[in-house]
């Protein structure tokens, strides 16, 4: 559940049509989440997959995919903005993200004016626009949040591009400050269970215990957000559904709960973490912990800057294929 008391916040990590208009507004009703999230892999399995699009679809006939790709997600994208106004209202967050054509992730021109295009079409201010965590995607942030565009910064493996979103953001908030007055709100979505996922079997073949590195990754990461104190720039822990049977199915979430972050996954990961009643305050981790717990992965061998990198790789291209593999679906 949202946690405004120590402004831990719960962000749905799906978008569907026919979901949109039906069980969403209960799951804000009960107070369970205050915002959503979507990027290329979700909307392509949402429009691939379901029914609800046929009839828009039907009248997009010789547009091209991705023109028609665009009329469906911001339609999906303003229902959900519209049904999180009230919380968004309240400052109780209520954003949803919708994430730039993942082909642009090193054009940075390319990302601004898609990411301000689709901001304005939109037409709701507690949109987020998604941009990746690369050099062109940092420039990216920067000239958007200049425009008084809040901006969720995805795909963000190492501490090294969280300090260079962090920067962007705030180069863009002083911008925008400085122009005008502006609300804005920025998220640094940091991608957990992949580490895991790629490392354990090498781990516990070197005697590390499995399922860590995800979380303090994170942990160190938060740290660093936190200890610059800027209200308006949050953690997200993102990438926080579990594969297998081997973790509880809310792992990501009960050893992720902070002060003053937000955590987006599945409504299956979020069911579990009802379920399972578990609301104790887990970060900050002491950095000491953290650090002494990374110095024993590099003396066995595990580089984590080209794990990172490795990693960031992986979602830059599982993006472009999933965003492919819509846009195909899409021809007439």
């Known amino acids: 559940m949202v946690n405004r008391d ?20 209960e799951l804000l009703e009960r107070g369970v989440v205050n915002g959503a999230t979507s990027n290329p892999a979700i909307f392509s399995n949402a429009i691939i997959t379901s029914p609800a699009y046929k009839e ?5 006939n010789g547009l091209t995919p991705k023109e028609k790709y665009e009329a469906l997600a911001i339609e999906d994208i303003r229902t959900a903005a519209k049904l999180l106004r009230p919380l968004y209202d309240d400052g109780n967050d209520g954003f949803i993200s919708i994430e730039v054509d993942p082909f642009l992730a090193n054009d ?32 990216a942030m920067t000239a958007l949040m200049g425009d008084g565009i809040s901006i969720n910064a995805t795909l963000v493996f190492s501490q090294k591009q969280a300090t260079q979103c962090f920067k962007a953001m705030n180069r863009g908030i002083a911008k925008c400050e400085a122009d005008s007055t502006c609300r804005l709100s920025a998220v640094i979505s940091v991608f957990v269970s992949r ?4 490392l354990d079997s090498e781990l516990e073949a070197s005697g590390i215990d499995p399922a860590k590195t995800g979380i303090y990754n994170a942990a160190k990461i938060y740290n660093m957000i936190e200890a610059n104190d800027v209200p308006n720039i ?3 822990f993102a990438s926080t559904g579990v594969k297998g049977d081997t973790l509880p199915a809310n792992y990501y979430i009960s050893g992720l709960l902070a002060p003053h972050a937000v955590n987006t996954a599945p409504l299956s990961t979020i069911e579990a973490h009802l379920k399972s009643g578990e609301d104790k305050v887990i970060l900050p981790i002491d950095d000491a912990v953290l650090n002494g717990y990374f110095i024993n ?12 990198k490795t990693l960031l790789n992986e979602g830059l291209v599982q993006f472009e294929e999933a965003f492919t593999q819509m846009l195909e679906s899409l021809e007439d």
């Open 297 to 308: 992965l590099k003396d066995n061998g595990f580089d984590m800057e080209d794990i990172s």
């Open 6 to 25: 120590i402004r831990f916040s719960l962000w749905l990590d799906f978008v569907e049509r026919d979901y949109l208009k039906n069980e969403f507004g």
């Open 56 to 60: 828009q679809l039907e009248l997009l």
């Open 234 to 236: 949050k953690t997200l």
């Open 108 to 139: 940075s021109k390319g990302t601004y004016e898609e990411g301000r295009r689709l901001f304005k079409e939109i037409g709701e201010p507690n949109v987020m626009i998604k941009v990746p965590a690369t050099q062109a995607g940092f420039e």
């Open 195 to 198: 580490f895991d996922r790629a």
